[in-house]
T-cell receptor, first 112, second 114 residues
Framework: DQQVKQNSPSLSVQEGRISILNCDYT??????FLWYKKYPAEGPTFLIS?????DKNEDGRFTVFLNKSAKHLSLHIVPSQPGDSAVYFC???????????FGQGTRLTINP | KAGVTQTPRYLIKTRGQQVTLSCSPI?????VSWYQQTPGQGLQFLFE???????NKGNFPGRFSGRQFSNSRSEMNVSTLELGDSALYLC?????????????FGPGTRLLVL
């Protein structure tokens, strides 16, 4: 039972353009969402998060949008840079539990 | 502040052996969580410790266990290793006072079971 889904295993974007990574969830008890970036053989690096009481959070080039009615969130990276090439994981937290539920990840490749 | 540290970084064991992995959280963080990453199953939650007590547990067999010490450092133990236990084991720490907190990850321990 995959509660958090990232349906695109990979995404290729031109440098300088916008990268949009998507994530869907099924559990309505999730109330906090995070995006992590990961390189091979390293731990995930935190990028940005959003509480379920908000619909948008911005931090520099990264913006996360949350649509609770659609149970959907997205990460926008503008402008995309070559160093953004990595695997991006969406994660969700159930209210009251210190437990991250991860999506399967999307491999983002930024082409020069 | 120093980040989350994990030791060892790499480990090779044979089937049937046991292994202990160590994690030191960010200073001031009292919650330590463990995750397993495999190509087939992705990133999966093992368990979480807070103030030396297991507070949350994932769906892993009893061969997987952990503990936390008074200084918040945590260890994870896997007994009777199986080939399928080969994975990247990640530790994450957070302050631990409420669920809407960011968990910060260490570099992981790569375990290979032969």
């Amino acid at each position: 039972d995959q509660q958090v889904k990232q349906n695109s295993p990979s995404l290729s974007v031109q440098e300088g353009r916008i990268s949009i990574l998507n994530c869907d969830y099924t559990n309505s008890m999730f109330d906090y969402f995070l995006w992590y970036k990961k390189y091979p053989a390293e731990g995930p690096t935190f990028l940005i998060s959003i509480s379920s009481i908000k619909d948008k959070n911005e931090d520099g080039r990264f913006t996360v949008f949350l649509n609770k009615s659609a149970k959907h969130l997205s990460l926008h990276i503008v402008p995309s840079q070559p160093g953004d090439s990595a695997v991006y994981f969406c994660a969700a937290v159930t209210q009251g539990a210190q437990k991250l539920v991860f999506g399967q990840g999307t491999r983002l490749t930024i082409n020069p | 502040k120093a980040g989350v540290t994990q030791t060892p970084r790499y480990l090779i064991k044979t089937r049937g052996q046991q292994v202990t992995l160590s994690c030191s959280p960010i200073s001031g963080h009292r919650s330590v969580s463990w995750y397993q990453q495999t190509p087939g199953q992705g990133l999966q939650f093992l368990f979480e410790y807070f103030s030396e007590t297991q507070r949350n547990k994932g769906n892993f067999p009893g061969r997987f266990s952990g503990r936390q010490f008074s200084n918040s450092r945590s260890e994870m133990n896997v007994s009777t290793l199986e080939l399928g236990d080969s994975a990247l084991y990640l530790c994450a720490s957070s302050v631990g006072t409420h669920s809407q907190e960011t968990q910060y990850f260490g570099p992981g321990t790569r375990l290979l079971v032969l």
